[in-house]
């Protein structure tokens, strides 16, 4: 008898992704359940043979040891004693989409499968039919069922009811997706199979490998699964479903929600995909362990495809048909209520973390935890603080999203005259409350940078443990990175306010570049300024490419002691840079000069310890100690220049006090202009 059906078009047509790639395993091991439903033998069994590789391969532990390298399984063999291959069955076989057995839910094709991952299929069955024992053994590839003929009778009386399916080599790259062990394999098989297991309608299966392992899966059912099992009921739209609920110490590496059909287990969701709490394991007093949901129900049964590997629900209630999603959400929801007691300790715990570090480390975000608390869900729990920062700033993100998308929705009623409609000052009013909180918590954000710039700065000035100071370089890069210009970085790269907050509204910068290199000036001369800046004069006149002043930064290294010599005064080396630039004419971008350069006026920064080296350079120019002693000031009119000498004690100093107000606004503030004051912890 022929197969009626074009096998490799039949298997073409099927799709099955690497996530699925026991399925054709699983197929096999229902078939035989249900072979054994069927049979009236009084010890119903399956068997499993997982056979690996015979070659083995040897490594060494991290003991020293040698032991066997994991090798992948290479085919598997199922034994049952169920009906087998009677004559009513193996036609069934050859016909596709068969309807034998459509009320165990079969769509008639799951053998197919089997060929979409292994390159044949033997099958050895025993079988007692019309008062004798028949023998049907055949082969079954792309090609067909080989040989046509394949029934013969027995003559000895001493057997029995047996079928054995071999799946002979698994192709890759299915079988290199499939784990090595085959304790994950018995999870998997008791996970597909769970609702048989649940029902007690489960025969007995033995699963073994060729090296020795073996486990009973309906042992490691009792011993695993059993005890944590719980069942709802759950409704929608006037269709039943049942969610059993398990709680698994061992046998899950995440919490998931299985959707079954026709007993068995067909699609699964990721609950923390869902659920952010749900990222690891949950707690209950010493226990700890992960959730997984199985949903049956007869709509589920009437919607799972062909293949069985997910559902084709309607694309829409039309006739009054459910969707996934409602059908997802609402055993989600049945499930917050069962985890309810776990849900919430988590989030508390969360809660308290985030507190934590809103209130010691990143108070900017403290706004957008009271103004959106719904945050606090959505932001997964267990997470490390550097994540949790980064989860944080998302939020801030999304918040300027939405206002950005209010913005927008307000100018198209506007743009369609629409600002009568009852929503539009409701929409008006939310947007510009948005905006308020959204330039506070920009605001915060600023001062929060400043203050971690100024600890970066204190750290970089002390010395290390040998006892050695960071050199100039350090120092340059965290008040403005080097070989660069105002051009190619933006204003929040650069933390020029710690000498002088006026220096952020500039003309140009150059960082660590020669003079002959700066765009806005025409000069020959090839030394290296570390800070020119240029200022265009806004105040006085209408022009903006008009250069009001210059002014020079020169850094050195902390406790630097060599300051006195004619190569390294840091004092006479901004003397000639300015020297050096009114040499040379300024000139605008598109080469028109800027007028006269003598009447641009200079400031110059030298900002070093005020070593003794540094002090007789100082006293030598005739500049005026300040009035803390911490620095130098004077005019050289012959340069023609403003200098001042600042110390690293004086700039950390000053940086700070001017930005005192503003840090204890943010870093401690009064629990009346908070919504939630525990978040300072009163």
């Known amino acids: 008898m022929p197969m009626t059906v074009n096998v490799a078009g039949q298997v073409g047509q099927i799709k099955l992704s690497l996530a699925k790639a026991l399925w054709p395993l699983f197929e096999t091991v229902i078939n035989s359940i249900q072979s054994l439903e069927d049979s009236n033998v009084s010890e119903k069994k399956i068997i499993i043979d997982a056979l690996r590789s015979e070659d083995i391969q040897l490594k060494t532990d991290g003991q020293g040891n040698t032991v066997e390298e994991p090798a992948h399984f290479v085919a598997f063999v199922v034994t049952d004693n169920g009906n087998g291959f009677n004559t009513e069955n193996y036609t069934s076989f050859l016909e596709a989409y068969s309807q034998l057995k459509v009320k165990k839910g079969c769509k008639g094709i799951g053998r197919f499968l089997w060929l979409k991952a292994f390159d044949t299929v033997t099958i050895s069955s025993t ?103 719980h069942q709802d009921p759950m409704e929608l739209n006037g269709k039943h479903y049942t969610l059993y609920h398990m709680l698994l110490s061992e046998g899950a590496d995440k919490h998931e929600l299985h959707l079954c059909a026709n007993n068995r287990e067909v699609k699964s969701y990721v609950l923390s995909n869902y659920i952010p709490d749900m990222k690891k394991k949950l707690i209950n007093g010493e226990d700890s ?189 965290i008040i403005c990175p080097m070989q660069t210009t105002s051009n190619e970085i933006v204003l929040d790269d650069m933390n020029l306010w710690l000498i002088d907050d006026r220096l952020a509204y500039h003309h140009f910068l150059a960082s660590d570049k020669k003079i002959n290199t700066i765009p806005v000036l025409e000069s020959s001369v090839d030394k290296r300024m570390d800070l020119p800046i240029f200022d265009a004069a806004l105040s006085y006149t209408a022009d903006p490419d008009n250069i009001s002043s210059i002014t020079i930064v020169e850094l050195k290294r902390p406790q630097r002691d060599d300051l006195a010599t004619e190569e390294t005064d840091p004092i006479t080396q901004v003397y000639d840079y300015v020297t050096d630039i009114k040499e040379g004419k300024v000139k605008k971008a598109n080469g028109r000069g800027f007028g006269n350069i003598q009447q641009v006026a200079f400031y110059c920064y030298v900002i070093a310890d005020t070593t003794p080296s540094l002090k007789k350079s100082a006293a030598r120019a005739g500049l005026v100690p300040t009035q803390d002693g911490e620095g130098y000031f004077g005019y050289n009119p012959t340069v023609g220049t403003y200098i001042e000498v600042i110390s690293y004690d004086k700039l950390l100093k000053d940086a700070k006090q001017r930005n005192r107000t503003l840090f204890d606004k943010l870093f401690e503030p009064k629990s009346k202009e908070l919504k939630h004051p525990e978040l300072i912890g009163e």
């Open 289 to 477: 362990y992960y959730y997984v949901g199985y949903l049956a129900g007869d709509y589920l049964d009437d919607a799972v495809n062909t293949e069985r590997s997910d559902f084709d629900f309607s694309d829409g209630p039309l006739f009054g048909e459910t969707k996934e999603p409602e059908i997802v959400e609402t055993a989600v929801e049945c499930i917050r209520t069962y985890l309810s007691d776990e849900l919430t300790k988590v989030a508390d715990e969360k809660k308290t973390q985030i507190d934590m570090l809103v209130k010691a480390k990143r108070p900017q975000y403290r706004l957008l935890l009271n103004r959106r608390p719904e945050v606090y869900d959505i932001i997964p729990a267990g997470l490390t603080e550097d994540k949790l920062d980064v989860e944080l700033y998302k939020q801030q993100q999304q918040w300027e999203l939405d206002t950005a998308k209010k913005r927008h929705a307000i100018e198209e009623k506007v743009k369609h005259d629409a600002t009568s409609d009852p929503d539009f000052q409701r929409l008006f009013d939310e947007y510009c409350e948005s905006i308020t909180e959204l330039s506070r918590a920009s605001l915060a954000e600023y001062v929060a940078r400043r203050k971690a710039v100024i600890d970066l700065l204190e750290h970089a000035l002390e010395a290390d443990e040998n006892g050695k100071y960071s050199k100039e370089s350090r120092i340059h890069s």
């Open 127 to 229: 079988y007692f039919e019309d008062d004798c024992w028949h023998l049907r053994e055949f082969n079954f590839a792309l090609t067909g069922v080989t040989p046509e003929q394949n029934d013969k009778i027995l003559e000895s009386k001493e057997v029995g009811q047996r079928t054995i399916v071999s799946l002979k080599g698994f192709r890759n790259p299915y079988r290199d997706s499939v784990a090595y062990s085959l304790e994950s394999l018995a999870k998997k098989l008791i996970e597909h199979c769970l609702p048989y297991f649940i029902t007690a309608k489960c025969p007995q299966i033995i699963l073994q490998d060729n090296r020795g392992e073996m486990f009973n899966l309906n042992s490691y059912y009792e011993k695993t699964y059993k005890d944590s099992l």
